[in-house]
């Protein structure tokens, strides 16, 4: 038996499938971030290019092995982002909450350009090894990259709870984030702690980046997802691994849904009037810790 | 006479500010006019900031506004005061609902609800212009006085020499004022600030308003000088160019804004220069000016952060610091403090 499902609701269940995935999969990466050293990554975005950038090359070195280029273009977007907390964003840390803000902006602009340089404006592709046919399942149609999707971020965020929840980094990065110089204090090498949690924000944006980039194409608008995902990431709570996923998926649906009726810049109005909306009445998110104060 | 040695300093740069314009060609004024007009962008975004320390990325929305109400209000091209006029009042109302979120929030989320704002702002404008079918933009006629004569070359940019002026000058006494001293407080440590008569939320909500306002009319004067507005010119690169021009100048100093804000308009420029002395032929430096001036950006606003947090208002103070110690010296006053 074939159960029609009008379009409306096909695209509003895959929408919440693979892009709330999506939205999910980068929430992650910045409250991994935001969570271990308190900077919101606005540069986030462009992590998922370079991921699907480094994805295109690596492809054409391994003769289209997908098995080797997409764990090499993860581990080395990974490596810069260590680099750049490391040598940059580091230093900063601690100081001005709006220093840290710009710096990161600076970075993304700079990220972008070193892009464009290297690669060119003209788009590119990289698949990702799945196959192209669609699947019927219950009257819903997807394909393969929609399941991928939100695999994926099933996966990062069990993976990421249980490295917090089980290994002595999940506890230093929870007591750096409570007080920094006092984690230094008790012998928690904070520079290192702080480092392998932009090692896994910015991995996981790669493997975004990458599964995003084989839906569509690689180009530098991948980097302006990165912004579209704050409203979920803020409704489900800045500091909270959990949350970036209910928010993803709740964004993801809202963004799916207003797409198909309005288009796509009433999609992104959308977005961000609930980010406002969201950032008035409920500034800590739906999970987050409260923080926030009324003056 | 009832001037401080500050304010002569500001009289000084004035009158080389208007001489300039009698000294240079045609296209170097092009740069100058667009200067004057980002000086008070920044000036407006260094005051809302360095000096009420509400941060916001979302500067370019406001300057979108202004813009385009110039180019929507059928009767805002009548003269450029009445343009100047309205992209105030809306950039203004614009701000007051910005400000809304800074009554609760601070810091980081407030950076954020401005972003949010600039996307709706920017996807509103790509709306209409689809909505509409402009999709090249709007045209807009020249700056014209109430005579109907138009604005043009020196005159024009002596106009825009003299709107900075006026700015600086009211903004300079503004601030040692009571609101002025009102907005510091409220930077400083704004729960603590009602107990010296302050009310934080109206104070954040003021200074919104003001920076928004005035931005909303660099905004108006900026579609009169471009003739075209498209919402592509307002990119969020170009908020976060306006944040650089800050960083550069100092955060808080008006002086830095302009100063700023000069570096941050006379760059590219100086860097095609230095393109076509390093190799006047090559295609990859025409072709990638663009991409290459961003990136400059980007790392100017990373090593500035990292290595003068201060900008050039903090260099300008420590030169004068020095040059003060080195005077003292050389009078035979200076004597080697004692540390407790």
Known sequence: VVLAVSPIVNSAVVGSLS???????????????????????????????????????????????????????????????????????????????????????????????????????????????????????????????????????????????????????????????????????????????????????????????????????????????????????????????????????????????????????????????????VLIFLPQGLFGLRRSRVV | LPVSAGGLGWLCVLVIACLLCYITSASTQTYLVTWAIYAIGAISLTVLTGVAGLPSIGNSAFLAIGAYTVALIPF??????????????????????????????????????????????????????????????????????????????????LFLVAVVAVYVFLIRNLLRSRIGRSWLAVRELDSLSGVFGVAPGVTK??????????????????????????????SLQLGVLFILMIVIGGAGSIGGAIAGSGAAVLLPYFLQQVGQRADPNSMWLSQNAIVLEYGVFGALIVVLLLFYPGGLAGLGRYLLLLAGLVGQRLRGRWRTRVSP
Not at chain 1, 85 to 110: H, K, M, N, P, Q
Not at chain 1, 146 to 164: E, H, K, R, S, W
Not at chain 1, 210 to 228: M, R
Not at chain 2, 128 to 149: K, M, R
């Open chain 2, 76 to 157: 805002a091209t009548t003269s450029v005061f009445v343009g100047m006029a309205l992209g105030a009042v809306v950039g203004g109302v614009g701000g007051l609902i910005a400000g809304l979120p800074s009554l609760r929030l601070r810091g980081l989320y407030l950076a954020v609800s401005t972003l949010a704002l600039y996307f709706i702002v920017y996807s509103c404008a790509q709306l209409l212009e689809e909505d509409t079918n402009h999709p090249a933009g709007y045209t807009i006629p020249g700056p014209q006085l109430w005579s109907g004569a138009l604005l043009t070359g020196r005159g024009w940019y």
């Open chain 1, 19 to 277: 892009l709330g995935g999506l939205f999910a999969l980068i929430g992650i990466g910045y409250a991994t971030i935001y969570r271990t050293t308190r900077v919101v990554n606005f540069a986030q975005g462009d992590f998922l290019a370079v991921g699907a950038f480094l994805l295109s090359t690596f492809l054409g070195v391994a003769h289209g092995n997908h098995a080797i280029a997409i764990p090499l273009a993860i581990a080395a977007d990974a490596i810069v982002g260590v680099l750049i907390y490391t040598l940059i964003v580091r230093r900063l840390v601690g100081t001005d909450e709006f220093s840290v803000i710009v710096l990161t902006f600076g970075i993304s602009i700079a990220i972008e350009s070193t892009l464009t340089l290297i690669y060119g404006s003209s788009n590119r592709f990289a698949t990702v090894g799945l196959p192209t046919g669609r699947i019927n399942w219950a009257g819903f149609q997807f394909s393969w990259l929609d399941v991928a999707a939100a695999a994926c971020a099933v996966i990062g965020v069990v993976a990421i709870l249980a490295l917090m929840r089980f290994t002595r980094w999940g506890v230093d990065s929870r007591a750096l984030a409570e007080n920094p110089s006092l984690a230094a204090d008790f012998g928690i090498r904070t520079g290192a702690v702080g480092a392998v949690a932009w090692a896994l924000g910015t991995g996981a944006a790669a493997l975004a980046g990458i599964v995003y980039g084989a839906t569509t194409n690689v180009s530098l608008s991948l980097a302006d997802v990165g912004l579209v995902t704050l409203p979920g990431i803020m409704l489900g709570g800045m500091d909270s691994v959990g949350g970036a996923l209910v928010g993803g998926v709740v964004m993801g649906v809202l963004i799916s849904l207003v797409t198909y009726v309005g288009g796509p810049d009433v999609a992104t109005i959308a977005g961000y009037g609930a980010l406002l909306v």
């Open chain 2, 205 to 234: 909500l003021t200074v919104f308003v003001f920076s928004s306002a005035m931005v909303g009319l660099s905004g108006a004067l900026l579609a009169a000088n471009s003739g075209t507005i498209i919402s592509g010119d307002f």
